[in-house]
C-alpha cells in the first residue's frame, strides 16, 4: 500500500488567519482526497484533488474557504482560509487507485488543527 | 441520499469476548466495502469486500458482505486491550470515475482487561 505522509501533524491558530497542510505518498496515485474528522464524528469528504484542474468540492464546501492544489501525482495542499473555532477539526489526507488495489483507500496520519 | 450506518454506536466488552460490529449501507452503486480502525487520528486499512459471501480473515478479524441484504459484519474474537478503537465502514460508490466513499458514523470499541 501506498505510504502518506502530513505535515504539520498539528497547530494552533488564531482566528481569522490561514494553514495550508501538504499531504506527500510514496507513490503515484490515481485519486487524492481530503477529509474533515470533527470531534465524535465520523469521516467527511471535503473535496477530490484532481491533478492539473480544479478540486471537486462536496456539498458544504467552497474553493475560497478550502483551496486545494495536486500539482502531481503524488502531491497536494489543502489550505483552510480565514479560520474561525469551527474549523478545529483533524484533517486527513487520503490517496487511492494504486495499480492492483484500484479500490483501496490509504490515509495519511491526520493533521489536528485547533483554532483559537 | 445514499448512506452508510453502522451498529452499534458504543461496545463494551472484556477481554476474551467475541463482537459482532454491523454495517448497512443504502448506495445506489455499490462499487466496495472498506472496513477501517481508528485509534488515534489516521484511520488504518482492514479489510475490503467486494463480492458477497466471500469471507476476508486476518487473525482474530475477520468480515463478509452480503449485497443482497447490504450490510456487511465485522467479527473480532477473543477480544484484546488493544482492539480498542473507533471501527469506521466506508461504501465506494461506482457513480463516480474515482473511488468516493461514504463513511458511517463508526463503532466505538472499548475492551476491558
Known amino acids: 500500500s501506498a505510504v502518506i505522509s502530513q505535515k504539520p501533524s498539528r497547530d494552533i491558530c488564531q482566528r481569522g488567519t490561514s494553514l495550508t497542510i501538504q499531504c506527500q505518498v510514496d507513490?503515484?496515485?490515481?485519486?487524492m482526497f481530503w477529509y474533515r474528522q470533527q470531534p465524535g464524528q465520523s469521516l467527511t469528504l471535503i473535496a477530490t484533488a484532481n491533478q492539473g484542474s480544479e478540486a471537486t468540492y462536496e456539498s458544504g464546501f467552497v474553493i475560497d474557504k478550502f483551496p486545494i492544489s495536486r500539482p502531481n501525482l503524488t502531491f497536494s495542499t489543502l489550505t483552510v482560509s480565514n479560520m474561525s473555532p469551527e474549523d478545529s477539526s483533524i484533517y486527513l489526507c487520503s490517496g487511492g487507485g494504486t495499480s492492483g488495489r484500484q479500490n483501496e483507500q490509504f490515509f495519511g496520519p491526520g493533521t489536528r488543527l485547533t483554532v483559537l | 441520499e445514499d448512506k452508510v450506518v453502522q451498529s452499534p454506536l458504543s461496545l463494551v466488552v472484556h477481554e476474551g469476548d467475541t463482537v459482532t460490529l454491523n454495517c448497512s449501507y443504502e448506495v445506489t452503486n455499490f462499487r466496495s466495502l472498506l472496513w477501517y480502525k481508528q485509534e488515534k487520528k489516521a484511520p488504518t486499512f482492514l479489510f475490503m469486500l467486494t463480492s458477497s459471501g466471500i469471507e476476508k480473515k486476518s487473525g482474530r478479524l475477520s468480515s463478509i458482505l452480503d449485497k443482497k441484504e447490504l450490510f456487511s459484519i465485522l467479527n473480532i474474537t477473543a477480544t484484546q486491550t488493544g482492539d480498542s478503537a473507533i471501527y469506521l465502514c466506508a461504501v465506494g460508490d461506482l457513480r463516480y470515475n474515482f473511488n468516493k466513499f461514504y463513511f458511517g458514523s463508526g463503532t466505538k470499541l472499548n475492551v476491558k482487561p
Open positions: 507513490s503515484q496515485v490515481t485519486m
